[in-house]
């Protein structure tokens, strides 16, 4: 590790992630993402309306390819995606700081 104290300052910021802004980022992505796959499979229509995306259901309760099912499912997203990036950030700021030594 160096002494300088401007490389130092540099080290240390770079190696942290803000939890917090990547859980919104992620939580948007995944709302956006789950709320515009049920969106688009409606509009497009046919037969089997999501046949493989209502499966869903088995893990998020209540959801359904409906348009009340692209509201619930883009909160399920923004939940999920959340959680995922909370963990993600903080995951990295623990190995970060392991191998910072402190």
Not at 62 to 82: E, I, K, P
């Amino acid at each position: 590790m160096t002494r300088d104290p401007e490389l130092a300052l540099i080290h240390s910021a770079v190696a942290r992630l803000r939890a917090g802004v990547l859980a919104i980022v992620f939580g948007g992505v995944g709302a956006a993402g789950l709320f515009l796959a049920t969106a688009l499979l409606l509009l497009q229509g046919g037969e089997n309306v999501g046949q493989h995306l209502s499966r869903l259901a088995w893990y998020l309760p209540g959801y359904s390819v409906s348009w009340g099912g692209a509201l619930l499912g883009g909160g399920y997203g923004l939940l999920l995606g959340g959680a995922l990036g909370w963990i993600c950030a903080w995951t990295y700021n623990q190995v970060a700081l392991s191998r910072e030594g402190r």
